[in-house]
């Protein structure tokens, strides 16, 4: 197989060859753990399918808290792009706020970039606290604004003491770091140094938080539906359908999910250092992981009538859904899959893929880093490069008067033999042998790889959705779900298997090539000499 990825990469100048062949490995046994080049510098030219560090944090953290103003500072290309593209849904709650429905842009102009954007910021803060009465304001830097000197943190100061609610401001510029990754990490950083903590509900039993769940197509509801039925207080979730009052109470719960780890662990990690909040690696997609996660938790809590409970609300989940689920199975049984999305979905969709009989047989991140493929043991090892070191690391301290003592140290050490306490394992030992993981996968190679492996079907996002269908294999886009879902929890299998099982069993398929293609198509009859007109 090596070889074979080798020969794939033939036409790269040696330069890129070298890059590239660091960041596809092959997974030769069953229990190797290969090393992987990750969260480097995209290639210039390679048609990469990564974005920018402002999308990985209005985009994709800030952006769904829903009562919260989210003001994009910059010309308006970055928010039009951004504008309800992303399927992060939320409830009106009566009597509350929310502004996901907007698009906030301060439209930089030619004399802001020449004089300074700042006066158009303030007023536009100004706009928003009076139009729109906002909890609190957020600002995201664009490309520009870091390269003019703008500055919003004074801004923003300036507007929080103005108006007596929280202005926070977020130095995202499209370029720091070299995707979306560092504007996750950037986003955590302020929630955690602004928001979180400052809340100070009186917790009720059971309480959680759910960190990295962006409710893309109502997933985060369908995971709240469960939870709520086995009696969880659920305080935050961080972020879909969240809210900034939600969010300032995250420290009152007893234990975090974390669904996506790449762009939130930050956070999780902090709350647990300075509150003594553990987490544990949850995934809610797909049947078996669900139960799993769904077990972790009883286990975490330890409390016979929620263990029960739980076992009772698998049953009924699985009496709902289970012929169905068999059904699709049947249709989908010994098909292959190859995955690439964001930072995490590629290793939960492999295990609702299995549900379904599904082998994943090359996977891949736009953005992750080494510990979402390798495990979090790797993290003292990870070297960080000139292009990351621009990215605040801050360090959080115990905070004497929060900080509860959730778990004793020898129920820790005892959890963490049985569960993922405060670990992800990543993707790769989720993968069977021989197969290919990639990490930053371009234009050409997702061709190359398509024609080598043969996949029956490929999971991605918009941009290479269209190239994929043209090639005759069936795509469907794991950001947006091809504007279906909810994907997650047991309800969400079963829609997840349906539109997989459609988009496999389209009839259209069959006409890709054209008849004459495999077949004469030449008809007509031979005349008897003479007889011809
Ligand atoms: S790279 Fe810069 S200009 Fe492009 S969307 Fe990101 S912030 Fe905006």
Redo the contacts with the bound molecule.
């Keep these: 197989m090596k070889k074979v990825v080798e020969r794939a990469l033939e036409k790269y100048p040696a330069k890129v060859f070298k890059s590239r062949k660091e960041h596809i490995i092959i997974k030769e046994n069953e229990d190797e753990v290969p090393e992987i080049t990750a969260n480097t510098r995209t290639i210039p030219g390679i048609i990469t399918n990564r974005?920018?560090?402002?999308?990985g944090c209005k985009g994709v953290v800030l952006g769904p808290i829903k009562d919260m103003v989210h003001i994009v500072h910059?010309?308006i290309?970055?928010s039009y792009?951004a504008w309800g593209t992303r399927r992060n849904k939320a409830k009106v709650i009566d009597g509350e706020k929310n502004f996901l429905e907007y698009c906030f842009s301060t439209d930089m102009q030619e004399s802001d970039i020449v004089f300074g954007g700042e006066k158009k910021l303030r007023q536009a803060i100004k706009e928003a606290v009076e139009l729109f009465n906002p909890k609190a304001i957020t600002i995201s830097a664009?490309?520009p604004v870091g390269l003019i000197g703008d500055d919003i943190n004074a801004v923003a100061a300036e507007a929080q003491k103005l108006y007596g609610i929280q202005v926070l401001a977020f130095s995202c510029?499209?370029?720091k770091g070299v995707s979306q990754s560092a504007g996750h990490h950037i986003a955590n950083n302020n929630l955690m140094k602004h928001v979180i903590g400052i809340g100070d509900m009186k917790p009720k039993k059971y309480s959680i938080n759910i960190l990295g769940e962006y409710n893309i197509g109502g997933d985060g509801w369908e995971i709240k539906r469960v939870l709520d039925k086995i009696g969880y207080n659920i305080i935050a979730i961080m972020t879909g359908d969240g809210s900034y009052e939600d969010i300032k109470n995250a420290h009152k719960a007893d234990v975090n999910l974390v669904q996506c780890h790449r762009s939130i662990n930050y956070i999780a990690e902090m709350i647990e250092t300075k509150y003594g909040i553990p987490w544990i690696k949850a995934n809610f997609i797909g049947v078996k992981s669900t139960i799993e996660t769904l077990r972790y938790l009883a286990n975490y809590f330890g409390d016979d009538m929620l263990i029960e409970k739980t076992e009772e609300v698998i049953k009924e989940e699985l009496a709902d859904i289970e012929g169905q689920m068999e059904y699709y199975k049947e249709k989908l049984q010994g098909r292959t899959a190859f995955l690439y999305v964001g930072g995490s979905r590629s290793h939960h969709y492999q295990e609702l893929l299995k549900d379904l009989g599904v082998e994943t047989i090359i996977s891949g991140y736009e953005f992750a880093h080494r510990d979402d493929y390798e495990g979090r043991e790797v993290i003292s090892t990870i070297k960080t490069d000139a292009d990351n070191k621009n990215i605040e690391e801050i360090k959080v301290e115990k905070d004497e008067k929060n900080y509860r003592v959730i778990l004793s140290k020898e129920r820790y050490e005892k959890l963490k033999k049985e569960i993922p306490l405060s670990y992800y394992g990543g993707i790769i030992k989720a993968m069977n042998k021989n197969s290919v993981i990639i990490d930053d996968l371009n234009h050409y190679e997702t061709e190359e790889f398509i024609k080598i492996l043969k996949p029956d079907m490929f999971f991605s996002g918009i941009k290479d959705k269209y190239v994929v269908q043209k090639m005759g294999v069936m795509s469907k886009q794991l950001h947006s779900y091809d504007y279906s879902g909810p994907y997650a929890g047991f309800k969400g299998a079963l829609v997840f298997a349906r539109d997989v099982a459609a988009g496999v069993y389209t009839p259209a398929w069959k006409y890709v090539t054209p008849p004459w293609k495999t077949e004469p198509m030449i008809e007509g009859t031979l005349e008897e000499e003479g007889e011809a007109c």
């Design positions: 974005g920018c560090c402002y999308a910059g010309p290309g970055c792009y664009t490309c510029e499209g370029y």
